[in-house]
């Protein structure tokens, strides 16, 4: 745990250090959970953006997309339920004066079993060898037996807590589980508080008598509110999605893990209308589109998992999380949900506006109901730069650390280096960004030995580099070399577009997933 927690560290400092991300306002020391993108982080970002857009709208006829204002009428939260019902259980430490979100502890506890669980597994394991039954050994085992009993009817106490809003109870929990403050290390707990997290700001000036307005805590309600402009200037037809990606604001409280949870972050959602009744369907159908979509980088099966809901929202009749393997282990990337009609009924009855969809098949009208697929562009960020970072021990007693990214995502593709800054060789180099450049992110650098320069641009992820030498002035060729295997090449000048940019493109993703 403490070499996850370690490897974590690293990522967060390589991030800075190679302009991926800063914190918010650096030169001020930085504000909590607010973060700033980098150069390179910028086009890591975009390129994930183009990802997700193009597998929603280039391959789906029936999604369209749109970009809705983050201010909208006050009205909308109203309807929506956020002023009234979106907040977090928190609990202050009386020592340590620090605010957690109740729920937050109690499932860290819940992870705390799983590691216990699965330290047994490993020890068996390694004691057992080849011969060993990991299911047998997790349905016999006394030790493993008993954490599964404890975990379980903790679970079971957590859910019931969260579903009848009981925050003695979870309260209780926290007390019984005998859980402390991390910082502290005391148990002395205040009581648990409901706490909005919705940002307040004011529109017009107060003399004119300025209305409070929200800064907006998730970007589905602007599809929401657009959908009968959607449907019918689109002429769409049951069953079709929305999709939107636009900045999101929460007043997160406990501010943790990097740009895991931030006060101002982006999100990639898409609002699937369909005929009610036929919900559940397609709730299962978007489950398998959506884990396919995560999957397809390659960041290998056994690191995603889907994790149920324990509580389902009023309006929701079924929803999961799709759970990626983190350095500080499983955590939520995206969200899948079954949110029935609720939404569009809600602004129907708030707007005083029929929002209804005539069924053209069954000559009937109705509400749609809604599949919801919502993901944080933050922490798919976070998830591939935790996936691709990368330390190696090369044969040659050197290490080096390189961002293992999918190439599709990488912010750079090529980099382009002269051998020696004489003979023409920078022009050269130039000459060949001048014309690649129109295809692919390409970078030249001509500083320091083109080990160095190696060096550099495995650390950004770059997965390729070409070198041009004193051979390319007589034939036109030079070294090509692959980031990952670091093995090298001569090909011609001519060839470079067609053997990397298929490889770089956003549609070699999307290829994998369109089946
Ligand atoms: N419209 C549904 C909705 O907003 P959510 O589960 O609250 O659902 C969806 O959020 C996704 O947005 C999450 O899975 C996560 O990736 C991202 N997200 C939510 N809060 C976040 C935060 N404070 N910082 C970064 N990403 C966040």
């Not at 299911?135 to 807590?161: G, P, W």
Request: proline content about 3%; charged content about 30%; glycine content about 6%.
């Amino acid at each position: 745990m403490a070499q996850q927690e370690d490897v974590f560290k690293k990522i967060v400092s390589h991030c800075k250090e190679y302009g991926f991300v800063f914190p918010s306002s650096d030169i001020y020391d930085g504000m909590g959970a607010v973060y700033d993108y980098g150069q390179n982080g910028v086009e890591l970002k975009n390129n994930i953006k183009q990802y997700w857009w193009q597998s929603m709208v280039l391959l789906h006829e029936n999604i369209v997309g749109i970009d809705a204002a983050i201010f909208m009428h006050p009205t909308t939260w109203k309807a929506s339920g956020h002023v009234d019902a979106f907040n977090d259980p928190l609990i202050d430490n009386r020592d340590s004066k620090k605010r957690y979100r109740a729920d937050v502890l109690i499932e860290d506890q819940l992870a705390k079993y799983d590691e216990k669980i699965q330290k047994e597994v490993d020890k068996a394991a390694k004691r057992f060898g080849d011969a060993f039954d990991e299911a047998q050994f997790r349905s016999t085992n006394a030790r493993v037996a008993e954490y599964q009993q404890k975990r379980d009817a903790l679970h079971e106490r957590f859910a019931t807590a969260l579903n009848d809003n009981n925050l003695e109870e979870l309260r209780q929990i926290i007390l019984d589980e005998e859980i402390v403050c991390p910082i502290s290390g005391t148990r002395n707990w205040t009581e648990v508080r409901q706490f909005n997290l919705m940002f307040k700001t004011e529109v017009g000036s107060t003399a004119d008598g300025a209305s409070t307005i929200y800064l907006r805590p998730e970007t589905a309600q602007g599809i929401f509110v657009n959908y009968l402009n959607v449907q019918k200037t689109g002429r769409m037809k049951l069953p079709f999605g929305i999709a939107q990606i636009g900045k999101a604001f929460r007043n997160e409280i406990v501010a943790r893990q990097f740009i895991f949870r931030m006060r101002e972050f982006e999100q990639m959602e898409m609002q699937f209308f369909v005929k009610p009744g036929t919900e559940l369907d397609w709730f299962g159908r978007w489950k398998q589109t959506r884990m396919a979509w995560h999957q397809a980088l390659g960041f290998g099966t056994e690191n995603y998992r889907f994790h149920d809901h324990d509580k389902l929202a009023h309006y929701a009749n079924a929803a999961t999380d799709i759970e990626f393997h983190m350095p500080f282990g499983f955590k939520e990337v995206e969200g899948i949900h079954s949110r029935t009609n609720f939404d569009l009924s809600q602004h129907a009855a708030y707007s005083g506006k029929k929002i209804e969809y005539f069924d053209p098949e069954s000559n009937e009208s109705y509400t749609p109901y809604v599949i919801e697929t919502s993901i944080g562009v933050d922490r798919m960020f976070l998830s591939v730069m935790c996936h691709a970072y990368t330390e190696e021990q090369l044969p040659n007693g050197e290490s080096r650390v390189v961002l293992k990214l999918p190439a599709a995502l990488a912010p750079v593709k090529l980099a382009v280096f002269p051998l020696t800054k004489k003979d023409g060789m920078p022009e050269k180099a130039q000459e060949i960004i001048r014309d690649l450049r129109f295809h692919f992110n390409c970078k030249y650098e001509e500083k320091d030995q083109i080990g160095k320069r190696y060096r550099r641009m495995d650390a950004i992820g770059c997965p390729y580099c070409v070198t041009v030498d004193q051979q390319t002035l007589q034939d036109n060729t030079v070294t090509l070399r692959d980031r990952d295997t670091m093995e090298q090449h001569r090909v011609n000048i001519a060839d470079l577009r067609s053997i990397i940019e298929d490889k770089v493109s956003i549609t070699s993703l999307l290829k994998r997933i369109d089946n």
